[in-house]
């Protein structure tokens, strides 16, 4: 199994930047994907943005071009780079690895507030 332990997350000003990380552990080698999801009160958890094990990244349409997903194979580690933050972007941020369809991993969530 995988553990995902998330950080990073906080309160910023309209047009702030944040950083996000999700540390993993455990069985590393069978992650296929990992990604980025968030979830506002009141709402559905969305996608924000994936990565596969060969390196191909997928952005949600809101967020093209302001975030940005990476990783640090060497640390275990996804970043999520998260810039000209707005309101809208607030939300609980979840870290997700995937081994399989029926074999997925999540994280604590870390909170991120933008305020106006």
């Known amino acids: 199994q995988v553990q995902l332990v998330e950080s990073g997350g906080g309160l910023v000003q309209t047009g702030g930047s944040l950083r996000l990380s999700c540390a993993a552990s455990g069985s590393i080698f069978s992650i296929n994907a990992m990604g980025w999801y968030r979830q506002a009160p009141g709402k559905q958890r969305e996608l924000v943005t994936t990565i596969t094990r060969g390196g191909s990244t997928n952005y949600a349409d809101s967020v093209k071009g302001r975030f940005t997903i990476s990783r640090d194979n060497a640390k275990n580690t996804v970043y999520l780079q998260m810039n000209s933050l707005k309101p809208e972007d607030t939300a609980v941020y979840f870290c997700?690895?995937?081994?399989?369809?029926?074999?997925?991993?999540w994280g604590q969530g870390t909170q991120v507030t933008v305020s106006s």
């Open positions: 997700n690895a995937v081994v399989h369809v029926l074999e997925n991993y």
